[in-house]
């Protein structure tokens, strides 16, 4: 079975200052990787996802993560927030299986990143 | 393209009394998940159809919640009777499951926010 760890339930920063949103994971099996973000009264966007190859992905709007095998983790960072990305955000796992098929979910808690001006 | 559609969005009733969700799902898409979400936690999967089949509702509390996808599109989500425990947001979710091992994209909805008094 697989399970998320996200360590910060907030993370408060002020306008264009760097941010890392922490994520870990534990699995049995490889993994595909994501991040969702939650706005205010919104449903949950994805934002990027490792699923193979390079292990830093990025998003459109400045976001990147680096998938850590040895440390089971696949952090969020970006250079300069903005008032914008106050959100909640979410780190998920899911199982890999060569066969193919279903590929169940697992959500972290969530961590609320609020940018203060 | 539209998105993922829900409603309502909120719902407010008392114990004891029945409710019913709905959603529609991205056009074409396949595969449709209702999620649970308490609140400060990551949203948790009830049910997974693809098309008209419920291939996974191994969390779905079977006593009291119910859950159909007539046609393979449209889906609803019955509590009956609701209690206390059961406030939390409830998302569905839509993908285009392509069977080839890869990590479909989950598409949400916005959710409807149940509180039961």
């Known amino acids: 079975a697989q399970s998320v760890t996200q360590l910060d339930s907030q993370v408060p920063v002020f306008e264009e200052a760097p941010v890392e949103l922490r994520c870990n994971y534990s699995?049995?099996?490889?993994?595909?990787l994501f991040w969702y973000v939650q706005y205010p009264n919104q449903g949950l966007q994805l934002l990027l996802k490792?699923?193979?190859?390079?292990?830093l992905v990025e998003s459109i709007n400045g976001f990147e993560a680096e998938f850590n095998k040895s440390q089971t983790s696949f952090h969020l960072r970006k250079p300069s927030v903005h008032i914008s990305d106050t959100a909640e955000y979410f780190c998920?796992?899911?199982?890999?299986?060569?066969?193919?098929?279903?590929?169940?979910?697992?959500f972290g808690a969530g961590t609320r990143l609020a940018v203060h001006p | 393209e539209a998105g993922v559609v829900q409603s309502p969005r909120y719902k407010i009733i008392e114990k004891k009394q029945p409710v019913a969700f709905w959603c529609n799902p991205i056009?074409?898409?396949?595969?449709l998940y209702w999620y649970r979400q308490n609140l400060g936690q990551g949203p948790e999967l009830l049910i997974r159809?693809?098309?008209?089949?419920?291939?996974?509702d191994s969390q779905l509390p079977k006593d009291r919640f119910s859950a159909e996808r007539l046609k393979g599109v449209d889906s609803t989500l019955k509590i009956q009777p609701a209690e206390l425990g059961d406030s939390a947001v409830y998302l569905c979710?839509?993908?285009?499951?392509?069977?080839?091992?890869?990590?479909?994209?989950?598409?949400f909805g916005p959710g409807t926010r149940l509180t039961v008094l």
């Open positions: 979710a839509s993908s285009l499951t392509t069977g080839q091992g890869y990590a479909d994209t989950q598409y």
């Open positions: 699995s049995s099996v490889s993994v595909y």
């Open positions: 490792y699923l193979s190859g390079s292990t």
């Open positions: 998920a796992v899911s199982a890999f299986y060569f066969s193919g098929g279903y590929n169940k979910l697992i």
């Open positions: 056009s074409g898409h396949n595969t």
């Open positions: 159809y693809e098309n008209e089949e419920a291939v996974d």
